[in-house]
């Protein structure tokens, strides 16, 4: 799709029972954009398979729906956009660009450690966003770990505190919903 969803993922294909960290109306409430209109950030935390990406995703379409602008990609690809970016002196008129998309999803933090350059592009994608537009991020490791992936605790802090003064914390929790698809069927017996 044109804002880079990896699949098409709603929060009618959800099951909420299968997923009971967060409620339905937990998921209304996000829906309805009031954190958009708020430039306000929502965090999902939990292991893999726990429905992070499909939640990020469906809460993505629907912001395009309500007529906004949105990008999604990993942390991997948004630091790799950053540092082309970067590279070719143009790092200022990217940030402003992106400053034009009411909401960016930053899929998978934690997954791959940064080097010092990513963490400090990273950074300052979060901080040029403060109280002006949202972000959405996803990570499989708790806040107390972003130090590893960025490889600095300072930065991790000082990123950690902008996201967290106007965001929506969700830790997801359970089994992966991958192994469970497979069902028994798929056991050998
Ligand atoms: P994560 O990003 O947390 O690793 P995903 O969101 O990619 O996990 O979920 C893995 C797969 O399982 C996806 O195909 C997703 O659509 C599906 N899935 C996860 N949780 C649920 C759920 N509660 N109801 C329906 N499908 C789910
Ligand atoms: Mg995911």
Redesign the pocket.
Known sequence: TAAGFPAI?TAE???FT??TAITHTDYAAMASGRYLAEAGNIVLL?P???????LATALGITACQQGHRVLYATAVDWIHRLKGAHDTGRLDAELRKLGRYRLIIIDEVGYLPFEQEAANLFFQLVSTRYEKASLIL?SNLPFARWGEVFGDVTIAAAMIDRIVHHAEVHT?KGAS??LKTLGTDSLPS
């Open positions: 993922k294909d959800f099951d299968a997923q939990g893999p398979g726990t429905g992070k990406t499909h996803t997801l919903y991958r």
